[in-house]
């Protein structure tokens, strides 16, 4: 069975970025293959999760799951991409220590959403069109700021 591989920043568990929404990136595993990676979102973070988990434990393909940032002012904008640049500038290329593999993280990171897998593994359970439509809902919430 082919296995891809899904990465996702590994944060706190009371960090603010959880409950931003999130896209998940699916593309090319290996450099033998080349296409347009699929962009999908927003999601809610355990459902983006839940998706990209259920879509690479049956494909070779690389999933990036990575929050979203809402930004309106053109200056925040800026102030990110200044601030993705001066990281990159620190950070050997080789070093990923804010990526993880999720095969390989804690069971507990995908919280209420986990359930086993064939292998006995815990495997996240996709949610619903139904769960996700709902979560679309409660990003526009969030977006827009109507509470």
Known sequence: MAVGTLVTLELPDDSP??????????????????????????????????MAEEIVAD?????????????????????????ARALAEEVDAD??????????SDDEMLGELAGADDSGGVRAVPPTPDEIRAGFARIATRLTGAH
């Open 59 to 83: 494909d070779e393909l690389m999933a990036v799951v990575e929050p979203l940032l809402p930004l309106v002012e053109l200056d925040r904008i800026r102030e990110e991409i200044a601030v």
């Open 95 to 104: 070093e990923d220590d804010d990526m993880i593999d999720v095969r390989e």
């Open 17 to 50: 970025v959880l409950s931003m929404p999130w896209i998940i990136t699916f593309g090319p595993l290996s450099d033998e293959e080349e296409w347009e990676p699929v962009v999908c979102g927003p999601y809610e973070r355990p459902h983006a999760l839940a």
